[in-house]
């Protein structure tokens, strides 16, 4: 099926309608995080070949808008059959370019399959209001507002290496919906099956040039993108720092962010330490840790603190290291680099005298799950985002030094609160500065339906599929003045 976006092992773009290399006759290649093979090429675009994409959308897209809700649903229905037909191969695409394990890779390519069904009947009940003059300043009454919510035209979306599928289609889907055109800008790993998943919404009838795509360097392109007159709204799922730096760079151009996150798993000491292990290990270390809501500390209460650590230490050894070919729970990072990082933070912890549990075993960008105890403050692993198999348990006197703790950090994503008492599991969750709190389970996306957000340095703007479209689109107001008779 994806023959045609690719000469040999170079990747071409989806510029209106058509798969083209580009002009530059510049590739950028991406690597095995397994065993450093080359597994792709993707095309360097210019800046003149990026004004040909945003401008192809800026002029295809009004017809889409035209289309019925109804219309656009069928098309990313049909989107929906045919990925979920390709569920196999795509899986397969992504145990390669991201280490990622098949099992987990089918997942989110399935979860994908559902999002954008899902999307497609929410599409149908964009709806917008009639509203009554009233007697505002005792003459409206004669009034009444048509209020209908049109599209906002052009979306960046720019999504991670992490959920290229996924991630790529929270964003995609929605827009489409809402009746936009889309600049997709898929990452530079795990740009093979974001590509795919472009040639997918094509295949499904999409007309031409309401989806473009653009691959290159972020030095030549990357600044230009989301500085661009062209765009209208971006959604972009990354760093809190690249984040940062977009909004500075954009101006007044609208965004919603999914940025990055340190959210903290609460254990009060009338949990069920057994179940709690479990999740906070499930949440910790699925896809190595590699996930913005994964639980990066836990905050423990001391009465049942060395309970909990050998529980947690248990369930870790359980884990599978190894190849994502094969399987294992924990696969190589996804650069040298990343590794780099997160061992930096476990020698900081260990020189500062946290206590090594479990780890701290290195193969490359291949990290062993970590396990430290004894955390403090003091120590950057309680602060920094490890993007890793790395997990700090900080004990805690009491509820409030826990929630104390769990705000200081700049970001607020989410935070898990493990507890049998649900008056104290809600006293908790309102106080907690994020966008989500789990009770009894770990912190993670979805179900997709349901709101995602964080505040502070984890993102703006609020995602979940009803509330994906709606930030997609706009209110327009036109205003029926009546002439009543006295």
Sequence with gaps: MFKEIQNENNYKNL??????DSQSKEIICTFSPVD???????????KEEVDEAINGVKEAYPKWAAFTSTERANVLLKAADLLEESAEELAEIMVREIAKNKKSALSEVIRTVDFIRYTAEEGKRIKGETLEGDTFNGYTKNKMSFVKREPLGVVLAISPFNYPVNLSASKIAP??????GVIFKPPTQGAISALHLAQIFQKAGLPDGVLNTVTGRGSVIGDYLVNHKGIDFIN???SSKVGKHIAEMSGMIPMMMELGGKDAAIVLKDADLDDTAKAIVSGAFNYSGQRCTAVKRVLVLNEVADELVEKIKMEVKKLSVGLPENDADITPLIDLKSADFVQ???DDALNKNATLVLGNKREGNLMYPTLLDNVTEEMLVAWEEPFGPLLPILRVESVEEAIRIANASEYGLQSAVFTKDIDSAFYIANKLEVGTVQI?????RGPDHFPFLGVKASGMGTQGIRYSIESMTRPKAIVLNLHLQN
Excluded at 15 to 20: M, Q
Excluded at 175 to 180: H, P, Q, R, S, V
């Design 175 to 180: 827009a489409l919906a809402a009746g936009n």
């Design 36 to 46: 450093g093979s080359n597994i792709a090429c993707m095309q360097a675009m210019t």
């Design 236 to 238: 972009f799922t990354g």
């Design 440 to 444: 009894n389970n770990k912190t993670e």
């Design 344 to 346: 930096s933070l476990i």
């Design 15 to 20: 510029i209106n309608g058509k798969w083209v």
